[in-house]
């Protein structure tokens, strides 16, 4: 029998609230300050007590941010990386819905970053939440938000 997504542990709400909320969030490369969309992620990881932590360029600009878990034993470093910037909306008069209405209409999400890196911020978000609960055998976990990838710059 196949198992269904909402018969296994997977946090598919959180998954999807998190993911909507990040598309609420305005993250253009030049446009918006990513301050914004870090904090966002700062707050849902304060709020499940974990340790977002600012990442900053050499020039002291916010480029990004991470999340940590070190078992404390030696082993592979492992690094989850997504952009949580995007790339302008262009003609939004041509959208389904607004480029940050984060719109659900049945199993769809509408809005910019809902089906690449802002999706997959959320769902690397909840696999180190779920590690940092049932740890690693040895290494260590990193979950790399980058704000700064649609510069081109790639700082974070």
């Not at 909320?21 to 849902?44: F, H, M």
């Not at 909306?89 to 049945?106: M, N, Q, R, V, Y």
């Not at 769809?108 to 978000?125: E, N, P, T, W």
């Not at 979950?143 to 649609?150: G, I, N, R, S």
Request: hydrophobic share 35%.
């Amino acid at each position: 029998m196949e198992k269904n997504m909402s018969d296994s542990n997977v946090p598919l709400q959180g998954i999807v609230e998190l993911t909507r909320d990040l598309v609420r969030t305005p993250s253009r490369a030049y446009e918006d300050d990513p301050k914004n969309i870090l904090s966002l992620i700062s707050q849902w990881a304060k709020s499940r007590q974990l340790t977002f932590n600012d990442l900053n360029d050499a020039a002291g600009k916010l480029v990004g941010g991470y999340l940590h878990y070190q078992s404390g034993k030696p082993g592979p470093s492992i690094c989850l990386d997504a952009c949580v910037d995007t790339c302008e909306f262009g003609a939004e008069e041509t959208w389904l819905a607004s480029p940050t209405s984060g719109k659900i209409d049945g199993d769809l999400m509408f809005g910019r970053g809902s089906a690449d890196s802002k999706a997959a911020v959320s769902i690397f978000c909840h696999i180190f939440e779920a590690i940092s609960r049932v740890g690693l055998n040895s290494g260590q976990l990193y979950v790399l938000m980058d704000a700064d990838e649609h510069t081109g710059n790639f700082g974070g």
